[in-house]
C-alpha cells in the first residue's frame, strides 16, 4: 500500500501540488463560511498563531527543495 502511494505520488508534478493546495484552501474556506461557530473561533484567534503554523509546516519542505543538496 505504501509503495503504491510513493508511485502515484512521484507521478505528481507540480502543477499537481499546486492544485492539491488550491482545493485544500478552497475546503478550508468552504468549512469556515458553512459554520457560524468555526468562523467566530477563526475571527478570535490571533492572526500570528496562523502564521507560525504555516511557518513551522513550510520549514522541512522549504529545506529539502532549496537548501539541502
Do not use: E, H
Not at 19 to 46: E, M, R
Not at 54 to 65: D, S, W
Amino acid at each position: 500500500m505504501c509503495m503504491d502511494f510513493k508511485n502515484m505520488v512521484k507521478k505528481l508534478d507540480f502543477v499537481d501540488v499546486g492544485l492539491i493546495k488550491i482545493s485544500v484552501l478552497a475546503f478550508t474556506l468552504g468549512i469556515v463560511s458553512y459554520s457560524p461557530d468555526f468562523t467566530v473561533w477563526v475571527q478570535s484567534v490571533n492572526p500570528m498563531l496562523f502564521f507560525a503554523i504555516f511557518v513551522l509546516a513550510v520549514a522541512r519542505p522549504f529545506y529539502r527543495a532549496w537548501i539541502k543538496k
